[in-house]
């Protein structure tokens, strides 16, 4: 018969899947995390119990690293010597854990990430509190195991006679499962352990009346009890850790940010390096200097500011900007009942809990049996001492020890194992004193075999003894706590004055969209006219402004833009700048026809807005504050009845001005209508507005302007350009005030060939200069000393042969603005 096939023909994907499963398995079991009794991983649990067995303890002289190293690696865990080496020095990191288990000698790493010394140069031991985690552990209190290469006895868990999974934390990633258990204060968990055993059903809120929240070895405040309460409650939580921090103010109107705590895990030397590169990439205006002065008195890293500027903004930058303040996600995952499962708070102390009675309840049943065995001997040396001439002549008589044994069992009645102990007797303690001494054992042994019984029939002594012992570690061990719980979270509001240092520069917005600002420098270096756009192309904003000020842009499709100065392109002044186009999304044939520059966005005037299918509307100033997707979207300011409408101007009034302020509009069939501005409505974004005027068949809106308080005492002129290149210079008073939504009157005398249709009006005062441009590149400046002022029947007189020189494209009043240098803030 031919010899069965070992091969088997298996697919790839069940392979894969009981092969990845296996691995898993023993990556999440016996690697990353850690044991809920004991709070360790297993390389840690392997470190301590070698480091013990070679009685390397905090009573005895250091040994080199590279021992301990060795003898984990060898006996118990056969996996790389840098890996154990690194959960060693974990261990004795005063900045990682609580309660460090290892004391070391040498460099074991820094709060700057610097690595630990080799091995062969470090000393360790295990610290004082580490015996209270291996406590017991001869007496039979934990399972053992065979180590991998069935040569020694290892322990599944240590005794851990103190709730260490709570107190020194844990992390962790494995396959499928990650933990992140922040260390607390050993008193604190004591004391909520210790409530759990006076009250078994003990709530959370009742244990959070101890355990207040994680308490970090590296101190800092932590904000944010409702997610403490939900991680305590779930496994799962959020809070906010941030540094400890103080403003020093210092002579000659300076100060200083002196932080002397910082979040657990944050790298210091990578967050002074962090804080460092916002001051040389000017990020913030303020900084002058970071210092890190830590030294073995403790952490200090001191930011220097200059003369003047807001501390706490500066302080509230750094904290959204930097590990100044960071999130802590709780995510506590440990191993509980062989399986991997997320615990609150309660969960963790009751598994603790019931660990401990385990492991107490064991080393009474092994106390006792070691106890009733001595009782035994000496109970049976007590009958020997009665008897001793008979005993000495059995003894005399026997032919050898194991000769003596059996006659003294089988003549008096004794126990082997108190026959042995009579023959191994010394001749000395056949005296009076050692009776009295065996006497005292004796009733020593019974009153502890008394007690032991009554801790293993009643688990109320039980729990007590556990309590007893919990107060004497707590006692020894505890420490005040380092970390500051604040119950909400501060929300940090950043000034934008501290993120752009104030500088004055020159803006320029043009009407086919491009945007840029430059240095004074720049602009004074240059003509005025190159100013870098095209030739079709003129400015509708060019003005002095600062970097910290705020820039709205209006198209005539009715879209907001808005954008910070300091965002603006910063370029020469020579160079055309940064096309709307490359920011946002808008249509192709859309023009700017408006922009404004606010010194800060809590002003209380609207805006006024008309449109060529003859709607007007007031816009509070405060309906178009900036949204956060104002990079990519723009607002829409007006809705639009028709397609083909666009809008004919944006013009912002003040505050001061609103009661006061008169319109002015004219229609491309010459006639006007002048009227308050209290009769527009201020409405919302979404609104069409209101009818402007009443329109004759065939007419529409051509143009508007305003009147305000700050414009009526110089205000004297209208003037009116129309497409045949005529300008008409007009008083105001030829336009009586009248109401909205009326026709108004003719401001031109009508021909019946080649009737003059407005294209442009404006507010004027002799000292304007109207410059106006055509679509054969030719550029006119109309100066108003120039013309004297005509009825309103008048057509004024011809200034552009727009036959010769081309069709007017644009007008605009110069910009009479001096030569500004700076802006009061």
């Not at 804080?275 to 002065?293: H, N, P, S, Y």
């Not at 003369?307 to 500066?314: F, G, T």
């Not at 191994?424 to 009776?435: H, S, V």
């Not at 060529?612 to 816009?619: E, F, H, P, R, T």
């Amino acid at each position: 018969m031919a010899e069965k096939s070992r091969i088997q023909e298996l697919s790839l994907e069940s392979i894969m899947g009981d092969r990845f499963g296996r691995y898993s398995k023993y990556i999440i079991q016996e690697r990353a995390l850690p044991d809920v009794r004991d709070g360790l991983k297993p390389v840690q649990r392997r470190i301590l119990y070698a480091m013990a067995l070679d009685h390397n303890t905090y009573d005895k002289a250091f040994k080199k690293s590279a021992k301990s190293v060795g003898n984990v690696m060898g006996n118990f865990h056969p996996h790389g010597d840098t890996s154990i080496y690194e959960a060693l020095v974990r261990l004795s990191q005063a900045w990682k854990l609580r309660e460090p288990l290892i004391e070391m000698h040498g460099n074991n790493g820094s709060m700057d990430g610097d690595p630990p010394a080799a091995m062969r140069y470090t000393e360790a031991r295990l610290s004082k509190i580490a015996q209270e985690m291996l406590r017991d552990i001869d007496k039979n209190v934990v399972d053992m195991v065979l180590n991998f290469d069935d040569t020694q006895q290892e322990p599944v868990v240590l005794p851990a006679r103190f709730p260490n999974l709570l107190v020194n934390g844990a992390t962790g990633i494995s396959a499928g499962y990650a933990t992140e258990i922040p260390p607390h204060n050993l008193g604190e968990v004591i004391e909520a352990t210790i409530a759990l055993i006076d009250n078994p059903e003990l709530t959370l809120d009742q244990a959070m009346q101890y355990v207040k929240g994680p308490d970090f070895p590296t101190g800092g405040i932590l904000q944010g009890v409702a997610g403490i309460k939900k991680a305590y409650q779930t496994g799962r939580g959020k809070v906010i850790l941030r540094s400890q921090t103080k403003i020093a103010q210092l002579r000659g109107h300076r100060s200083q940010i002196i932080i002397t705590e910082i979040p657990y895990e944050v790298n210091k030397a990578q967050l002074v390096k962090k804080i460092d590169e916002i001051r040389i990439l000017k990020k913030i205006d303020g900084i002058a200097e970071v210092r890190d002065e830590s030294d073995r008195h403790g952490l200090s890293i001191v930011v220097e500011l200059k003369r003047d500027v807001d501390a706490q903004a500066i302080l509230n930058y750094l904290f959204k900007n930097t590990d100044l303040q960071v999130n802590y996600n709780f995510n506590m995952v440990a191993i509980a009942n062989k399986r991997p499962q997320q615990l609150g708070l309660l969960a963790i102390l009751k598994a603790y809990l019931a660990h401990q009675q385990d492991v107490v309840l064991r080393r009474t049943q092994f106390n006792l049996q070691k106890a009733e065995q001595r009782l035994h001997i000496v109970e049976g040396l007590i009958k020997a001492l009665s008897i001793l001439d008979q005993i000495i002549a059995t003894i005399r008589s026997s032919q050898n020890r194991s000769d003596a044994q059996k006659n003294l069992v089988q003549t008096y009645d004794f126990s082997q194992s108190q026959a042995e102990a009579i023959v191994a007797l010394q001749l000395y303690r056949l005296t009076n004193t050692d009776i009295t001494q065996l006497q005292s054992e004796q009733a020593q042994l019974q009153e502890t075999i008394a007690q032991d019984r009554k801790i293993i029939a009643d688990p109320k002594t039980l729990l007590q003894v556990i309590k007893q012992e919990l107060q004497a570690v707590q006692k020894e061990f505890a420490h005040p706590r380092l970390t500051k719980i604040e119950t909400d979270i501060q929300e940090l509001k950043v000034d934008q004055r501290v993120l752009v240092s104030a500088e004055t520069v020159r803006v320029l917005v043009s009407h086919q969209g491009y945007l840029k600002r430059s240095s004074l420098r720049s602009y004074q270096a240059s003509a005025a006219t190159e100013n870098g756009l095209r030739a079709a192309d003129y400015p509708v904003l060019d003005q002095v402004a600062s970097t910290r000020e705020h820039l709205y842009v209006f198209t005539n499709y009715g879209n907001l833009i808005y954008r910070p100065v300091y965002e603006l392109e910063d370029c020469r002044w020579k160079d055309t700048g940064a096309h709307l186009s490359q920011m946002l999304n808008l249509a192709r044939d859309e023009k700017i026809i408006g922009a404004y520059i606010f010194p800060n966005l809590q002003q209380n005037g609207n805006f006024v807005v008309a449109t060529s299918d003859n709607y007007i509307k007031q816009v509070a100033f405060s309906a178009l504050l900036p949204k956060r997707t104002y990079h990519s979207k723009a607002t829409s300011i007006i809705k639009r009845h028709q397609d083909n409408s666009t809008i004919l101007g944006v013009e912002y009034v003040a505050a001061s001005d609103l009661n006061q302020a008169e319109v002015l509009g004219f229609t491309q069939k010459a006639y006007g209508l002048r009227f308050a501005l209290t009769e527009v409505p201020v409405l919302g974004i979404k609104a069409g507005g209101v009818k402007f005027m009443a329109l004759k068949e065939q007419d529409q809106i051509a143009a508007w302007c305003l009147q305000t308080n700050s414009t009526a005492a110089t205000t004297k002129f209208i003037g009116i350009l129309t497409q045949r290149g005529a300008f008409k210079k007009m008083k105001l008073t030829e336009l009586p005030i009248a109401t909205r939504a009326r026709r108004g009157m003719l401001t031109l005398h009508e021909l019946k060939q080649k009737p003059h249709r407005i294209k442009y009006s404006f507010l004027l005062t002799n000292d304007d200069i109207l410059e106006v441009a055509t679509d054969k590149h030719k550029l006119f400046e109309l100066k108003m000393t120039d013309f004297s002022a005509v009825d309103r029947y008048s057509n004024g007189s011809f200034v552009i042969n727009i036959e010769q020189e081309g069709a007017i494209i644009y007008a605009l009043k110069q910009n009479l603005e001096p030569e500004a240098t700076k802006i009061d803030q």
